[in-house]
């Protein structure tokens, strides 16, 4: 009897758990999460040049702060957290932002260089950018306030967007351009249309109807003549 009801209860589990979400379960739960890193306060961080992403840079691994969210990668993987220290979730994809971070980034952040410059970081609060770097990213704060702290570093985004919208701009013109020769070409044969209508009075010939009328009282001047020279004889 045990037996019967045991195998009742894995066959109603089997119908009421797909086989494929119990499958989804097991490789959610078979991805490890990374250690707990233990900070004594909250961590102090510097945005990297050009970006918007605060680094952590007094601990050994990475750990990095971009539109709301820390990120790690550990063991070939991304985790990211709304906490610096718990909380971690597995993140399928390696985060775009992380394209444009230098891997020496922490020998820059030591020597105080950035691609040759001098490099006056800033070191930041938790709680500062935690309640302010939306309003930094959407003013671009750090790239007005002397490019990130980098003397002489010229920003790269705003110098090539532009160059692109005028690129299109002229490569527009020449389109119009050629197309208005077509356009007259068109119209060409419409001003022979005037031509053809003014050659029509010139068929008509009013000259030839008026010559039969003159060349008859010249043929019948003689024949009056004739008739008086035969009455006086």
Do not use: C
Not at 9 to 31: G, K
Not at 83 to 105: L, T
Not at 128 to 139: A, D, F, L, P, S
Not at 169 to 175: L, R, T, V, Y
């Amino acid at each position: 009897m045990k037996k019967a009801l045991w195998g009742t209860l894995l066959l109603a589990l089997v119908f009421v758990f797909p086989v494929p979400t119990m499958a989804a379960v097991d490789i959610h739960v078979s991805i490890p999460l990374p250690p707990l890193i233990v900070f004594s306060a909250p961590p102090e961080v510097v945005v990297l040049p050009e970006t918007n992403v605060y680094a952590v840079p007094d601990v050994d691994v990475d750990i990095f702060f971009y539109s709301g969210w820390w990120w790690r990668p550990w063991e070939g993987r991304w985790y990211r957290s709304r906490n610096y220290d718990s909380g971690w979730g597995y993140y399928q994809n390696v985060p775009s932002f992380y394209r444009g971070i230098p891997s020496g980034w922490r020998n820059d952040y030591r020597e105080r260089r950035w691609k040759g410059h001098q490099w006056d970081h800033q070191r930041i609060p938790h709680e500062q950018v935690q309640r302010n770097w939306r309003t930094w990213e959407k003013g671009r704060h750090w790239e007005k306030k002397n490019s990130w702290g980098v003397q002489g570093l010229k920003p790269r985004a705003p110098s090539r967007q532009p160059s692109q919208k005028v690129q299109q701009k002229s490569q527009a013109k020449p389109k119009v351009r050629e197309a208005q020769p077509q356009r007259r070409e068109a119209a060409k044969p419409q001003q022979a249309r005037p031509q053809s209508r003014e050659v029509q009075p010139q068929r008509s010939q009013p000259q030839q109807r008026e010559a039969p009328q003159q060349s008859k009282p010249r043929k019948g001047k003689p024949e009056q003549g004739e008739k008086e020279k035969q009455d006086r004889k």
